[in-house]
C-alpha cells in the first residue's frame, strides 16, 4: 500500500524558516517524480514544487521560487522542502504527493500545516 | 500561469446526472491531453478521479467519466450519489517548467 506522509509543520513568524519531510513507503521511491502541493485555508489547490526520480528536474512555482528548495533522499525514501522568508500568504496546509505517468498526482499525504503568524 | 476556471458550485439531486467545466486556454488545456480530476471532502487529502482526459484509475467508480474539447474539459458524474458531494478539481499540465496548474475548484452539492 502507498503512503505518504507529511511531517514538520508548524507556527512560524514571518521571515523565519521550517523544513518540510514526507516519508514514502509502498512503492519504489526513487521510480517516481514528486511534487508539493498546497492549500490555503478554505482555498484551492496550488501547485508548489516538483522534483524528477533523480533530482535532475527541479520547478517551482513563481509564488515560491528563490525561497522554497525541493530535494528529495532516495536512500532514505524522503522528500523535504525547505521553506525561507516565510510570508503570511505561505500559511496553508502542504501534501506531498506521488507524480504519476501522465502528470497526474496518483498519490497523496494527509496534509501538514504551516501557519506563518507573528 | 493562470489558475484554470471552474464553476464555484454546481449541485444536483440523487440519482441526476452532472458536470463540472474546467476551462483552460492553448497552452495548457488546449495543447495536452493530460487533464486530471480530484475529489476532496473536507478535512481530506484530494483523491485522483480521472487522468489523462478520460481515464480512471482502479477503484474509481465508472460513475465517474471525462472528455475535452479545445481548451475546456470536463467531468462528469452520473447516477448522482450522497457520498460524491465534495470539492474537485481539474489539473492540467502546462509545459515542463510548469507541470500541474489547478483549476479553481468546484463545490459538488447533492440536494
Known amino acids: 500500500e502507498v503512503q505518504l506522509v507529511e511531517s514538520g509543520g508548524g507556527l512560524v513568524q514571518p521571515g523565519g524558516s521550517l523544513r518540510l519531510s514526507c516519508a514514502a513507503s509502498?512503492?519504489?521511491?526513487?521510480?517516481?517524480?514528486m511534487n508539493w502541493v498546497r492549500q490555503a485555508p478554505g482555498k484551492g489547490l496550488e501547485w508548489v514544487s516538483f522534483i524528477s526520480s533523480a533530482s535532475s528536474s527541479i520547478y517551482y512555482a513563481d509564488s515560491v521560487k528563490g525561497r522554497f528548495s525541493i530535494s528529495r533522499d532516495n536512500a532514505k525514501n524522503s522528500l523535504y522542502l525547505q521553506m525561507n522568508s516565510l510570508r503570511a500568504e505561505d500559511t496553508a496546509v502542504y501534501y506531498c504527493a506521488r507524480g504519476g505517468w501522465n502528470y497526474d498526482l496518483d498519490y497523496w499525504g494527509q496534509g501538514t500545516l504551516v501557519t506563518v503568524s507573528s | 500561469q493562470s489558475a484554470l476556471t471552474q464553476p464555484a458550485s454546481v449541485s444536483g439531486s440523487p440519482g441526476q446526472s452532472i458536470t463540472i467545466s474546467c476551462t483552460g486556454t492553448?497552452?495548457?488545456?488546449?495543447?495536452?491531453?493530460?487533464v486530471s480530476w480530484y475529489q476532496q471532502h473536507p478535512g481530506k487529502a484530494p483523491k485522483l478521479m480521472i487522468y489523462e482526459g478520460s481515464k480512471r484509475p482502479s477503484g474509481v467508480s465508472n460513475r465517474f467519466s471525462g472528455s475535452k474539447s479545445g481548451n475546456t474539459a470536463s467531468l462528469t458524474i452520473s447516477g448522482l450519489q450522497a457520498e460524491d458531494e465534495a470539492d474537485y478539481y481539474c489539473?492540467?499540465?502546462?509545459?515542463?517548467?510548469?507541470?500541474?496548474?489547478f483549476g479553481t475548484g468546484t463545490k459538488v452539492t447533492v440536494l
Open positions: 509502498g512503492f519504489i521511491f526513487r521510480g517516481y517524480s
Open positions: 492553448s497552452s495548457d488545456v488546449g495543447s495536452y491531453n493530460l
Open positions: 489539473c492540467s499540465y502546462a509545459g515542463s517548467r510548469t507541470p500541474y496548474v
